[in-house]
T-cell receptor, first 116, second 115 residues
Framework: ETGVTQTPRHLVMGMTNKKSLKCEQHLGHNAMYWYKQSAKKPLELMFVYNFKEQTENNSVPSRFSPECPNSSHLFLHLHTLQPEDSALYLC???????????????FGAGSRLTVL | AQSVTQLGSHVSVSEGALVLLRCNYS??????LFWYVQYPNQGLQLLLK??????LVKGINGFEAEFKKSETSFHLTKPSAHMSDAAEYFC?????????????FGTGTRLQVTL
């Protein structure tokens, strides 16, 4: 399988549940990202990892906990979420972070999360 | 800080008509500019990018965009729309010092193509 794969594609959870989103890339990239896509809002960068090290946390609430065990896998652990956290969560990867802004991101299809 | 403004959240064109999706950017340094497309139930896919080479950039599926520094614009065009072009299009900018890892996206423009 090639590209960026996200599972599950759809997730419904209660506010007290614990769940995880998984992202896997088969592109040999070294940087991975989580984005949140909500209706009528720009994509929001949540976390960035470069060579397994977290380089950015964009003021994300602690109920979202990322994990990057290796350059090919990225997880987003979810705990005690709020209804306003319902959104499409997109994973992306790029070759690596550079000192310029020429990174080209490859996105997964997303995980549609609904919090009841 | 860098930012992107996409004028028009919805654009409707007839099949065969010109497609024009507008994007204006703000950046304190020479920008890198991107257009991504998102088809229903899919992630974002790169259409084209500007990285300070030619100002007219050609992308996939017949799309192109022109970087105009004087107008701080990077509008996306296609001479003749096809039904398969119906999707949401996102303009993005990166390059500001300290934000090299960040793409700042616009709010998107949904393109509808009618018969």
């Amino acid at each position: 399988e090639t590209g960026v794969t996200q599972t599950p594609r759809h997730l419904v959870m209660g506010m007290t549940n614990k769940k995880s989103l998984k992202c896997e890339q088969h592109l040999g990239h070294n940087a991975m990202y989580w984005y949140k896509q909500s209706a009528k809002k720009p994509l929001e960068l949540m976390f960035v990892y470069n060579f397994k090290e977290q380089t950015e946390n964009n003021s994300v609430p602690s109920r979202f906990s990322p994990e990057c065990p290796n350059s090919s896998h990225l997880f987003l652990h979810l705990h005690t979420l709020q209804p306003e956290d319902s959104a499409l969560y997109l994973c992306a990867s790029s070759q690596e972070l550079t000192s310029t802004g020429a990174n080209v991101l490859t996105f997964g299809a997303g995980s549609r999360l609904t919090v009841l | 800080a860098q930012s992107v403004t996409q004028l028009g959240s919805h654009v409707s064109v007839s099949e065969g008509a010109l497609v024009l999706l507008r994007c204006n950017y703000s950046s304190s340094v020479p920008p890198y500019l991107f257009w991504y497309v998102q088809y229903p139930n899919q992630g974002l896919q790169l259409l084209l990018k500007y990285t300070s080479a030619a100002t007219l950039v050609k992308g996939i599926n017949g799309f192109e965009a022109e970087f105009k520094k004087s107008e701080t614009s990077f509008h996306l065009t296609k001479p003749s729309a096809h039904m398969s072009d119906a999707a949401e299009y996102f303009c993005a900018v990166s390059g500001d010092t300290g934000t090299a890892s960040k793409l700042t996206f616009g709010t998107g423009t949904r393109l509808q193509v009618t018969l």
